[in-house]
């Protein structure tokens, strides 16, 4: 299964996978059923989690049922406990949206949520976000995750982000991290897909953030807060719900 996975997500368009991906993988999530991992996001319990990544897929990483990841728990966990997100009436920007995501979110009665991508076919609007097409101060909370390291100009897309939200009104946008580099790598030079896939994780990625990453988003006029939600919980809780033990939430305000 390893194997399998890894060959699909390195050959086959994303945007093909987003579109059926999820169907043999809830037959599978039948034969998976247990209770030793749980994800908060659909509440199913498991035996294990699938492996998942490109090069050297993780272990217990995808839930066969809502396709979350290891940050997309963690996220949700996040939303749950530390935001207003299922609270009060917001207008919810979310780009490239994640599968396990959109038909919750729609469901919620106190948000007005509008999907963006430039190609994704699971998105209602397409965007770019380097030439957001809507007005100053429309939306009261953006998410955009794991589409910074893909943009051509990261500070113009953080600006037009940052012009967007409402003012008091917040984002989160995880990226791709190596926190063994003080400083975010990025070489457009590099444009063979083989040594970007080295260098930079995947073929399509032309920058690897590193320590500094908050302080890029700060460029944009973000007030960010890098917050360890993860290391603050029980180690019992971020087994079971296997959670990335290190990753950083950027909680960025205007």
């Not at 039948?30 to 030793?36: H, L, N, P, S, V």
């Not at 100053?136 to 794991?146: E, G, Q």
């Not at 943009?151 to 946008?173: C, H, Q």
Request: glycine share 4%.
């Amino acid at each position: 299964m390893k194997n399998i996975i890894s060959f699909l997500i390195r050959f086959v368009p994303r945007k093909y996978l987003q579109l059926v991906s999820h169907i043999p993988l809830k037959m599978y999530a039948f034969f998976m059923k247990g209770d030793a991992v749980e994800c908060p996001v659909c509440e199913q319990g498991f035996t294990k989690f699938l492996p998942y990544g490109r090069l050297n897929p993780r272990e217990n990483a995808l839930c066969p049922n809502c396709l979350a990841l290891e940050r997309h728990r963690l996220m949700y966990l996040y939303l749950k406990e530390k935001t207003n997100f299922f609270k009060d009436d917001l207008y919810v920007l979310h780009i490239a949206p994640e599968y396990c995501f959109i038909d919750r979110f729609e469901k919620l009665k106190n948000l007005q949520y509008l999907t963006a991508d430039i190609e994704s076919p699971l998105a209602k609007v397409k965007m770019d976000i380097e030439k957001i097409q809507y007005e100053d101060n429309t939306f009261d909370v953006i998410f955009c995750n794991h589409v910074l390291e893909h943009v051509n100009d990261f500070d113009k897309a953080t600006s037009e982000l940052y012009r967007v939200l409402k003012p008091g009104g917040w984002a989160i946008m995880q990226s791709p991290q190596d926190m063994r580099l003080p400083k975010t790598i990025e070489d457009p030079t590099i444009t063979d897909p083989r040594e970007r896939e080295r260098v930079f994780l995947q073929s399509d990625h032309l920058r690897l953030f590193g320590q500094n990453y908050g302080e890029e988003l700060k460029r944009a006029g973000f007030e960010v807060l890098e917050d360890d939600f993860v290391k603050q919980m029980p180690v019992e809780t971020v087994n079971k719900y296997a959670l990335p033990k290190d990753e950083i939430v950027y909680f960025c305000r205007k």
